[in-house]
Every structure is written in C-alpha cells, then in structure tokens.
C-alpha cells in the first residue's frame, strides 16, 4: 500500500517529472504552448502604518459595540492577547515604524500569464491590480509601491513574513543524552550477565542428558505370579538408541539421535530474573518509542506543534529510521529466541537442581510428493536445509516446570509424565508390563493395593490429559506475536509516519479483524480437544481386595475395574470376566458394535497391537454398550445408581494396561495437539516465491534510492515498494483455499483432522480400496452351503435344513456371534450364517464348561465348549462343542478355503477342490471352508485345556460355505468418475484374488474384456495363469509389452497377486516393474495392505479408502487416508466419512482439486497485485511525478484487494472430476505464464492510455508541473490528468484480475456460479465506470476524479458538487476530461478487461495452452509417470 506516498518527501528535490518522449509546452502540432493564466490563488497580507491607507476592497468594518479594530484587521473585546500577523513574531520594537494589518482578502485573483519561476510576485501584482494600488494597463515588473517585508521598512508592505531558520536537532539534549545511557547501560548488563552466565555454566555441557520419547519396556520374571517391589513391574530407560554417555563430550540438540529428546536444567537467578523483566521491559520500550516519534510527527507531544520533540522533519526522518532499525533487530531477536528467552536468564545446572527443564527435540520436516519438485526449488530447499542445521532452526525447545510428588521429582511434556531416574540421572517415562500371556494378565485378576496404585500414579501421571485453552486476550497476544504480524506492524509505523494514517487505519483494522477470526476459529477447535481429551468419570475399582468408588483419573496400569453398560471406557485394557459388546467408531472407524471376550487362561500371547488380541481388548474412548450382568440400554450411568460397593462380585471386569497418553486414544489427543509438520510441494515452493518477491522488491528499492535522490526520503521509497512487492495477505490467500474446502467436506460429512492434506488431494493418481465395506456393502448375504462327502462335491444347497446333521452343527456353532437383548452381535459373516440356521442362543449355560447354549428348531441342544477367535495370521477360527443328545465333543474349523485346506487331512480333500473354489470365487462368491473332527465323548475339563494347534489338527473337509458380497450401488458409478478423472482405480483386499478379480469386474475397475492375470507361488516362485483359462503365462513382461503394443486390439491385460506373489516379487525386485500394472492385490494382510500404499506413493501421490477395519495402518500410511467411518474425528486418517459411499472418495478429490486451484487463484491474485504494484506503477508514478489520488489507494488497498480475494474463494466446486489436476506449483510454468501474461497486458493498456491522454489536443500545455505546485499537500499531488487516468485504469485492472482468477478451469464451476464474486466484481466495475464517465458530481469528487473547484467548475459548463474538498492544487483548477476522452479511455479499459480475460480463458487454460503444453510434451518428454486408469 502507501504506493503514492513513496513520492511525498522527495518530490520536493524533483523539479521536474516530464516523460523523456515528450516535449515540455509544446502542443499536438509542434508549436509551443501559450503562457497560461491561473486563477484561484490568495492573496497575502497588506501592512500599513495606519487602517485609512488600506485598499477599499479590504478597508476595516466598523466594529459593533463594545469591541476595539485590532492591529490584524478584525474587531475584538480586548487587543491584549491578539497576534500582529505584520511583525512576524518578533517585538514592535524591532521595526522602524509600526504596522497594521489590513484585513483578509477572501477572493482568489487571476494571474495573467502565469510563470511558476515567479508565483508569489506574480500574485502580490495581481492583488495589488485588484485592489488599485497599480493601474489596470501596469505590466507585471512595475512598480506597485509596496515594498517586500522588512523590520526597516516605512512604506506599505506585504506581510510575508521571512521564512524563520528550522531549529536543529543537536543529540545532546537531555532526552538523547538519556538514551544513550539508556542503551549503554542495556548493553553493558547484557555483556556483564553474559559473562556471570557463562562463568556460572562452565560445566553445564555435562549435565545435560539425553531421554528417549519411548520407554524401553521389560518384563520382570516375577510379573505373572506375585507382586513384588515396583522396581519388578517399572521399566524405564530409552529406547535402543545411541546414547552418548557423561564425560564423553557436550551434547547439543543437533547430536540428537532419532526419538529422543535433549534435557538441560535450569535454575532461577536473582540477576536473571531482573534481567528478563528487563528484556521484557525493552521490547515494549522500542515499540513505545516508535509510537512517540509518530506521534511527534503530528504534534501531539510538546505543545502542540510538529517535530516540537525532534525539532525539524530531516532530523525526525533521521532518527524515526535509526530506531526502526533498531527496532526490528529487536524484536526479530525476540521472536527467534521466544522458546529459550526465559532460560537464557536462568542459570544451567544439574536435572536434580532444576526447577524448569527445557526439553529440545529435532522437528523432522516430511516432504510429501518430494518428486515433484523443479531445479529450483530443489536448489532453494536445499541451501534453506543447510541454514536449519547450520543454526538448529529445526530444533524445538519447551520448558516444562519440575513438579515433586514426596522424593519424586518429575515433568509433564506434551502430556506425558518424566519421572526422574537417580540412577541414570535423567528423566525417563515408564511402562508396565502386566503380561505378555492371557494366563499372565489373568494372573493380575486381584487389583493393586493403594501403596501399589499410588505409586505407578507417581510414575505415570493421572489418567487425564489437560489440555491448555487460552484466554481470548492470551491467544491474541500469541498469534500477534508472529513474524507475520512484525512485519505488518513495521510496515504501520512507516505509514503512520508518513500522515498516511487513513490507510494504516483501514489496514491496521483488517489485521486486527483477521487475527481475531484466526484467534477465534483456533481456541474454538482447541476447546473441542479439550472436549475429546478431558473426560473423566465414576467407576468401581478393586483396591486392596474391596470394590471402592473412584475417580477415572485416578486409574493406574493393574487397576481391575468393574464394566457397566452405556459407561465410557477410560483407559486401555483387557477383559479379565463376563463378555462385552462396544462401539469403537470413535477410534476405528467401524460402525458395528464389537464382541470383547474374556482372556483364556492359558499361555497365549497377547499383544493389544495384533488382530488376534484386539477380540479381548478394549480401548479408552469407546463406549460399552452391553456386557454381562447389565441390561442393554438401562444399565446404570453414575455411580449413584450402582448396587452397593461390597455387594457380590460384578460380572463383567476388565484390567486396565495402559493410561492417559499410552492409549490409542492418548496418542490421538497428542497427534491433534502436536502435529507431525508436513511440506507439500506448494509450501516448498512458496519459498523460492518469498525470495523472488523479496529480489523483485530488492530492485524496486534500488531504482527508489536512485531515483529520489539518496537521501532520508528515498529510504522510505525503497521500503514502501518492498511491503508492495511481498503483500502480507500472502501467506493467508495459501490456506484460504483448504479452509473453505474443509467446512465444504464437513457439510458433506467427510471430516478432515489435517487441512495440509487437502491440497494432496488435489494431485492424487492413485486410489486403492479395500473390498469387504468399502466397494461392498459391509455384509454378505448367505448363498448356500456345498458339502463333501467322501472326497465328493455334492449339490450347492440353500435349505440348510436339507444339510447333513454334522454340518448343521457345525453352521451354528462355529461363529462367534452373540445375541445381546435379542439382538444379534458379531462379525457380520458370523451373524449371517448363524441366522440362515435359524438356531437359537440360550443366555442360561447348563454347566461351567459351556460358553453358549445353542438351541435348533426341532429343539437339539449344543453346547459350546471352546472357541478359538478368528486370526487374521491363520484366516480361521475354530470351536469344540458338545452334543447334548449323544456326549459326543466335534471340533469345527471354518476359515479361507486356502487354510483349510492345508490344515485338513490330505485324503478329505476333493481333487477337484481347487477347480470348485476357484468356479465360485468367480462368481463372485466369498468362499469359506469348513472343517470337522469327532473327538467322540470326551471330559469337557480336557477338551478346555487343549492348546488349539491340537484341537484343529486330524481334521476332515466337510463343506464349503458360500456367501454374496454384494456392491454398494453407486461403486461403478464412483470408479467410472475416477477413471474419468484421471484415477488409477486399485483394490487391496484380505479376500480372494478371484473374488477380488470379480467385484473388480462388477464395479467397473476392470473392463469386462480384459483378461485377468493371476500370480500365485507355486514351488517356491509367482507363476502367472490365465483366470479364465488357468493357462499359464510363461513370460509376464513380453505378454505386457505385446498387449501394449497392439493397442485396444486385442483385450488389455490386468495383474492380480496374493499377498504371497507379493512378497515374492519384493524380494526378487520385480515389483516396482509390475506395480503399476497389478490391478488387484488379494489375501493381504493389514501388514501387507500398508507394504502395497508405500510402494504405490513412490510412484504418485495416493489415496487409501477403507472402513477403518484391518486396513488402519494403510490409511494412515498413504498420502491421503479416508475412512468409511461414522466419527467425526478418528485416528484411522486425516479424513473419515459418515457417508459410507464410495462417492466420497469422488468427492474428497473434487474438493481437493478445487481447493488447490482456489489456493493458486488467490495466489496469483495478490502476486499479480505485487508485479504490476511493487515496481511498475511506482516507476510509472516516480517518472510523472504524480501521485494517484489518496482516495483511489484506500479503494484498492483497504477495500478491492481484500474482498476480491475473499470472493475468489468462494468459486464452487466442479460437478465431475476433470481428466487432470491442477498445478501445484507456483513457480511453475503454467502459473508464471498467468502471472506474467496478465502484468504484460496491464502494462501495455497503461502505457497504451497515458500515450492515448498525450495525444490529446486538450491536454498538451496542461501537462503537470512539479515546480508549480505544493509538495507538502503530497495528498493533492494527483489533482492532474497523469494520475486521473493511471487511476481508472489501474482500478478496472485491479477489479478484473479478480475476474481472471476466477476463471474455474475443470476444476471450479463456471465463472458465474461464483456469487459473491460476480456481484462485488460488477459493483466495482460499476462504481469505477461511474467515477470514469460521468460529469462532476459529489462522489467523483470524493476521489478527486473529473472534478476540480466551485467557480471552475461551474465556469466549465458543469453543476458544481456541494461536497467540500480541499482546493485543486495545480494551475487549471481542475482535472475534468472531455467527454468523448472519458468513453474512449472507458472503452479502452473495457478491451483491457476483454483482453485479460481471454488471454487466461483461452491462452493459459484453454486450447493455446494445451497445444504448448502438447508441443513441449511431444520435444522434451512427459516427466510424469504414465499407467493405465
């Protein structure tokens, strides 16, 4: 902003501001100029020696009654107190004779043939002429009979007093004397602590230890059976990290090894703590003293007069840019060393001494699509990455206060508990391992006594993360103190300085306004945390062996709590007794309610992070919504409504493992609290783009010095051009973008939990999916049942009543369904299949060794025995029931046909079994095995103990189960708008590859004539068969090259693996060779799912969708992670939808790519801003000497830049995705070619119109003339046409580039769907129309544009405007253009307008673009990665 007054001190040194081509005072034809009149000038005052000899036209009045004729001209009371304007300030005893001044002349005189070089004689023989003291025939020279002012003078007089020498600022005043000792004083205290400190720290470096972020957890041989001291069941220390030991030499931040974290200890000191108020006391002192030299500026300081401190405006200039200077080291000092401020003023001892830690840790940077970088920015990022090691930029510090609990001393860092370890002389967070078995945690059933429990609450912390919320007034202060907002403010001071203060107003009032919508928006997100992070509650707790009530919070790992339906679960756990059904959504994104199960006492692992554990773990966050012993949806919410505490044993228990930040739930809090910082290929860019601005302003500074002269004022040319050249709205118009695309997802109820990633979005090529949930609908629908008998395959049956007595058993019992209130709870597979049983589950168990009592239609009775959990490592379950009507115990296996198939006995296995899955498996069947084995009657005390691996083994096939896993309706729809989109659509599924291979048909993702090559291992190694032919493929590569040769040919090849062929592949190093041509990657485990999205995002960037299940690690892992989930804020991934449609991923990507191209859009708007404002407008201001009317830049700076940019963002999202992204890059090609083209044009159309204004006929000889005007009025400087046209013509250029940017391309909705837009875009264009074209009127006055003074006016033919303005300060009176000029520079502006939009419209987005982009392609190559959609 502040464009014009870069002109407004220097102007006085610039005598003349002619363009070189132009000749002064000649007209169109060659001939010179007339000599000119000019009207409106005022007359000085008349001294005479007494009233009678003033002139008649200025004779006194007659003064009413009771007042006295003074000696300046007018009546008064009393003459005491009245000032002489004749004796200039001085005693009347200095003047040889005494002097009256005659009244004030209020009428303007004409001065005929006008000589600036001349004004002020010119003017005093005009007034002289007016009022008769000289003849009408004198010519100007001749003697007027009154003399120049002088003290010896006895004639009449003029009274324009001398001009009185300016006082001068000598630096030795008693103000300047005490800034010295002042900043002397400052300086030697900060020298002489430097020295106290460094004396005080000399063995410092030696006390600092390095901490791991992970404890290292062990697990004491004594765990599982008795209670021992807590040293048994604590384990501290880091994790398997180098460590550098004491003595071995200082440790610094950059030492730092990966997942640790650097402690110092630090001590208060007497002198440090009068320091830093000290420091605290300067940084407000610079900022006070900025403000009293502003403030001296306009006279607010001493008495009321201008500079009345600094005594003259050279001197003011001079220290206003000593002390700004100063200033801005200061506080950038203060910025950069905010973190370490505090401590730098303490003094560095031992952790034991410490009363505050200061933990130091390395902020790793991920750079997400780093492949995409240019030359450039590779260079930039590289050279910006030496400096942040070179100064530990990257290094973040946070103090945290040493708290005592007893002879503990401990931390809280980032909502974790440090306890100090004596022994290793650190602070270290601990672990408990209860168990690694379920015999060992069941070993743990009898709780903690309270000396236990009190001390692992000393180690842990309370189960209660605090999340901190500031005060409005605090979060203020906190986002103003930012390089960003320094910047704006060094920025005020210089515009306050400069009597630019309407603008600095508007400016200062949207900054405030924006930071108090950030504040705002911030703390309200950062209460919503709050909201997820500090939940506590009542619950019952066994303490010393009796249920006592207690608070959540008070939780510690061994806890056993009692589980009541409808509670919160508060921590990580495991279910020791009774049976649970929760809903995890919250965390995993799965919308069915969960069956925990208890531990089996016997030695099997457990592990909470594996599959097979999780059926027997719960997690903090979720809620329980049924368990044994509590009646769904009525069971009691507080504790006031509890059975008594010493009433019988609850049923449903649970132990708590894991607390406050080592639950998943705790992990999510730190992660929303404390995000990983990640750097998109905009952001890296976005520095080489700062540099560029910066060097682009660097040179507009330097023709500024060169310019205006070298002096005080040309330093505040160069600095008004660089705040132009880097707007401070930049950094905001980068997120405006994904902040309106994230509240559009949210009304689409896909909630975003990382905004970064939403520009990713924009650029994603490759989507994988999982199946079962996600291109399916979550469950199967049963199909019928095949059985084998005698190694034969019988007929597909759908009775299940028709199915053998074994296998009816079998179909209802191995599951591990449950019914909860009359509802049916489980895997959804396992809830289908024991529905089309049409069997019963009894609640009442007939003895201790049953689990479920099962009950058939025709009333027989099974009891389960024992049931083995499905594990995704073993793809089976298994179960051991008994027959009530004959004792007999059968073992059922069920699992994927592949599995049991190995595990059955090799003479139950049809040969032709592999033929007969693989037939359904096309079909679009999802296969199940079934396996049996007859233990005949057996103790049920026996059949309990066995391990599984001998409960499974000695089984024989007996059927397989046949399911339907039907699409969700809008799935090829969705992968049809991918594949249109230019998405690679891949499936990654734990299911069949011919399954797979048959949905993937379904949905569209493979075309129904391409042929589908299957890899499996077969003897050790991937052999490739034909689906449809099981005909091998000798030479996969030769057969992708052929295919790709051809052409559409002949049927396109497409690649499916099992997760086996996978590994296989990795191994060989073949994969990254056939990644891109496998379509679908079957039986992948949730390890082998997140293996795949590693190996795709090397390639491009990719999406993963799934429903939260087993494909969790992959969610997270991929660039761009959505969940089908139902929780608005899951750790599953950056984005979930409530919306279990595919079309969400459409629609995730549509705003993705719209919000990346409103975030280029608005980028390119305000960089289009800096081109043509920073540079060109300035040098085109600086080579006229005018300055554009104040009213003009307050329009554009305070009004059109912001709210255009604000109506950019609203451009709405495209229907449909377009076959490409837009550009990430804004150094790009694509973009510079906008932003450069549209500068070129302006440029051209503002030259175009100042060279159409010279050929003006009207306006030769009127041409502005620095020398005749008064510089001092800088804010009048453009009462000329130079700077009436440069105004129009930069105002319909400023309004149209919101226009060009609003152009939508594919990926925003045609241009007039922008509302907002549209209408502040035409009501700009109107207002300026109308300030352009219309005659003289109020509002065009307002901006100084067509209008001029009163008498002028008026005597021009016009209707003078009653508005009052200052006078037109230039020799016309006026600046009102012709009115044919007024269309003609109209239309002119219209064709800039049409000219701008076309070029954007059909050069950069359309055809001439895309031929370019075509031609470069087609020479140079595509450095993108092609594959096949």
């Known amino acids: 902003m502040l464009r014009y007054l870069v002109l407004v001190t220097g102007l006085a040194s610039v005598a003349y501001g002619f363009p070189a081509f132009n000749t002064r005072n000649v007209d169109v034809d060659g001939n010179t100029c007339p000599v000119m009149d000019r009207s409106g000038l005022m ?15 200025i004779q006194p009045s007659e003064c009413p009654a009771g007042e006295q004729l003074c000696d300046d001209g007018a009546c008064y009371d009393n003459c005491d107190d009245v000032e002489n304007p004749c004796l200039c300030g001085m005693p009347a005893s200095d003047f040889d004779a005494t002097y009256k001044a005659c009244p004030s002349y209020s009428t303007s005189v004409t001065v005929k043939q006008y000589d600036p070089s001349t004004k002020q004689e010119q003017i005093e023989f005009a007034c002289a002429q007016t009022w008769g003291l000289v003849s009408n025939n004198a010519t100007f020279g001749s003697d007027t009979s009154v003399a120049f002012w002088a003290t ?96 071995e030499g200082a440790l610094s931040a950059s030492q730092l090894p990966a997942g640790s974290m650097l402690l110092r200890g630090y001590k208060n000191d007497i002198s440090g703590i009068f320091m830093y108020y000290l420091t605290l006391l300067s940084t407000a002192a610079w900022i006070g003293l900025l403000m009293i030299i502003v403030l001296d500026y306009y006279g607010k300081v001493k008495g009321g007069v201008a500079y009345g401190l600094l005594a003259n405006s050279n001197d003011s200039m001079s220290v206003f840019i000593f002390v700004w200077h100063l200033a801005a080291i200061w506080l950038i000092a203060m910025l950069a060393c905010k973190r370490r401020l505090r401590n730098y003023f303490r003094i560095e001892c031992s952790l034991p001494q410490a009363r505050v830690v200061q933990v130091e840790e390395r902020q790793e940077e991920v750079i997400m699509t780093e492949g995409s970088q240019n030359r450039l920015t590779q260079l930039v990022t590289k050279a910006y990455n030496a400096v942040v090691l070179k100064f530990g930029l990257n290094i973040v510090a946070e103090s945290c206060a040493t708290q005592h609990i007893g002879a503990n001393q401990f931390i809280e860092y980032r909502c974790t508990r440090y306890v100090f370890i004596e022994k290793a002389g650190s602070f270290e967070c601990h672990a408990f391992v209860l168990g690694e ?203 006031d ?47 080489v783009s700062i540099l560029a601005l910066l060097a682009y302003g660097g040179v507009g500074f330097g023709l500024s010095i060169w310019l205006m002269g070298a002096d005080r004022t040309s330093w505040f040319y160069g600095l008004f051009v660089v705040s132009q050249a880097l707007p401070p709205l930049l950094p905001a118009a980068l997120v405006i973008g994904q902040s309106v695309a994230a509240d559009r997802l949210r009304r689409q109820q896909i909630f975003c939990i990382d905004l970064p990633r939403i520009n990713l979005c924009g650029k994603v090529r490759l989507m994988l999916f999982d199946k079962t949930g996600t291109l399916t609908h979550s469950g199967m629908q049963f199909y019928s049942v095949q059985e084998i008998a005698d190694t034969t395959f019988g007929n597909a049956e759908q009775n299940i009543e028709k199915l053998s007595d074994q296998i009816q058993i079998g179909l209802a019992s191995c599951h591990a369904a449950t019914e909860i209130d009359q509802q049916l709870i489980g895997n959804p597979v396992d809830v289908e299949q024991f529905q089309a ?64 198939k190995k595990m059955a006995r090799v003479d139950s296995v049809p040969a032709d079994y592999d033929a007969v899955t693989a037939a359904w498996a096309k079909q679009g069947c999802y296969v199940l095995a079934l396996a049996h084995r007859d233990l005949g009657e057996m103790d049920l005390g026996s059949v309990s103990r066995m391990p599984r691996a001998q409960l499974e083994s000695g089984c024989s096939l007996v059927s397989l189960l046949l399911f339907r896993n039907t699409l969700k309706e809008d799935t090829p729809q969705a992968i049809a708008e991918l594949r249109g989109g230019d998405t690679r659509s891949v499936m990654v599924t734990g299911d069949t590859a011919l399954t797979a291979a048959y949905i993937a048909r379904e949905c569209g993702m493979v075309d129904t004539a391409s042929r589908v090559v299957l890899g499996t291992i077969e003897d050790d190694a991937v052999v490739w068969r034909d689906t449809a032919t ?78 939260g299940g087993n494909d969790t690690g992959a969610l997270r892992a991929a660039h761009v992670g959505i969940a089908l989930s139902e929780a608005e804020a899951s750790i599953v991934s950056p984005f979930s939808s409530a919306n279990p449609s595919v079309m969400s991923c459409v629609t995730l990507l549509r ?33 006229f000497s005018v300055i554009v009317p104040e009213a003009v830049w307050i329009m554009v700076d305070g009004f059109t830049t912001s709210i255009m940019l604000l109506s950019i963002t609203q451009a709405r999202t495209a229907k449909k995705l377009a076959p490409s992204r837009p550009t990430g890059q804004l150094i790009g090609a694509h973009t510079l070619a906008s932003i450069w083209g549209q500068a070129a044009i302006n440029i051209a159309f503002l030259y175009g119109s100042i060279g159409l204004l010279f050929a003006q006929a009207w306006f030769r000889c009127n ?79 307002v901006f100084r544009i067509n209008c001029g003074n009163t008498q002028t006016v008026r005597d021009l033919g016009y209707s003078a405007s009653t508005v009052h303005i200052s006078e037109y300060n230039n020799p016309l009176g006026h600046n009102v253009m012709p009115r044919h000029f007024r269309w003609t520079l109209w239309a002119m502006c219209v064709v800039n307008i049409v000219v701008c939009l076309a070029y954007e419209k059909l050069v950069v987005l359309g055809p001439v673009g895309r031929r370019v982009k075509a031609w470069w392609v087609a020479k140079h190559g595509d450095s993108k990665i092609q594959f096949k959609l």
């Open 1263 to 1341: 041409e502005f003339d620095s020398s005749d005007i008064d510089t001092s009025l800088w804010w009048l400087l453009g009462d000329n046409y130079e700077a009436e046209v440069i105004s129009i013509v930069c105002l319909f250029q400023f309004i149209n580039a919101a226009g060009v940017y609003n152009f939508g391309y594919r990926y925003r909705r045609a241009w007039a769907t922008n509302y907002l837009l549209v209408l502040m875009y035409s009501a700009f264009l109107a207002v300026v129309s109308a300030i352009a074209l219309a005659d003289p009127n109020r509002f065009g006055c």
């Open 1151 to 1183: 705003e993705g790519r719209a919000g990346l191209a409103t975030t280029l859009a608005a980028y390119k708007f305000l960089v289009n801003y800096a081109v043509v404002m920073a540079l060109l407008l300035e040098i085109t201001q600086f080579y």
């Open 437 to 639: 078995t379920h015999r060992a945690l069941l070993d743990c059933h009898g709780g903690l006594t309270s000396a236990e429990a009190e001390a692992r609450l000393t180690c842990v912390g309370e189960n209660f993360i605090r999340v901190y919320v500031p005060s409005f007034p605090v979060g203020l202060l906190q986002e103003l103190f930012s390089y960003t907002y320094l910047y704006q403010m060094m920025c005020l001071f210089v515009w306050f300085y400069f009597n630019y203060f309407k603008l600095a107003l508007v400016q200062l009032c949207v900054i405030l306004i924006s930071a108090f919508i950030k504040v705002f928006i911030r703390l309200r997100s950062e209460r919503r945390v709050k909201m997820l992070a500090e939940r506590r509650n009542q619950c019952r707790v066994r303490r010393n062996g009796v249920w006592v009530d207690l608070d959540t919070a008070d939780l510690v790992p061994g806890d056993v709590v009692a589980v009541e339906a409808n509670m919160e679960v508060m921590c990580d756990g495991c279910i020791l007794r009774g049976e649970a059904v929760v809903d995890e959504s919250s965390l995993t994104g799965e919308a069915m309610p969960v069956r925990k199960l208890p531990l089996k006492n016997e030695a099997i692992a457990y592990d909470p992070q594996n599959s097979a554990s999780k059926a027997y773990s719960v997690y903090a966050g979720t809620r329980v919504l049924q368990c044994t012993g509590s009646s769904y949806g009525s069971a009691p919410t507080s504790l």
């Open 43 to 57: 007359c000085p005052v008349l001294c005479v020696r007494d009233f009678s000899s003033c002139p008649d036209l």
């Open 641 to 687: 409504t509890m059975v008594p505490v010493d009433s019988a044993e609850p049923q449903t228990q649970i132990l708590v493992l894991r607390t406050r930040t080592a639950t998943d739930k705790g992990k999510l809090i730190q992660r929303i609290l404390f995000p990983i910082q990640y750097s998109f290929v905009l952001d890296e860019q976005l520095r």
């Open 837 to 900: 049983t049409g069997w019963r589950i009894e609640n009442s168990r007939e003895d201790a060794h049953s689990l479920d009592t099962l009950v058939a239609p025709d009333h027989r009775t099974v009891h389960v025995v024992k049931r083995f959990e499905f594990e995704h490592a073993r793809q089976s379950m298994s179960v051991a029931v008994q027959d009530a009507a004959t004792g007999h115990v059968h073992v059922f296996v069920k699992g994927s046909f592949e599995r049991i």
């Open 152 to 247: 010896n003078e006895t004639r009449t007089m003029w009274g324009e007093c001398p001009v009185a020498d300016e006082p001068q600022l000598s630096f030795t005043e008693t103000f300047c004397l005490a800034f010295y000792g002042i900043i002397g004083a400052e300086v030697l205290l900060y020298l002489l602590w430097h020295v106290y400190k460094s004396i005080r720290e000399r063995h410092a470096a030696q006390m600092r230890r390095i901490c791991s972020q992970l404890p290292k957890t062990q697990v004491s041989p004594s765990v599982a059976n008795n209670k021992q001291h807590e040293k048994d069941v604590v384990q501290s220390g880091p994790s398997s990290i180098d460590i550098p030991m004491i003595g």
């Open 1030 to 1107: 099981d005909a091998v493929v000798d030479d996969i590569n030769a057969e992708i090259r052929a295919v790709s040769a051809q052409g559409s040919q002949v049927p396109q090849v497409e690649l499916a693996v099992t997760e086996a062929a996978f590994d296989w592949l990795i191994k060989s190093g073949q994969i990254r060779h056939l990644l891109l041509h496998i379509r679908i990657f079957a039986r992948m485990t949730p390890q082998g799912k997140i293996t795949c999205v590693n190996l795709h995002m090397e390639r491009a960037v990719t999406a993963m969708c799934g429903d």
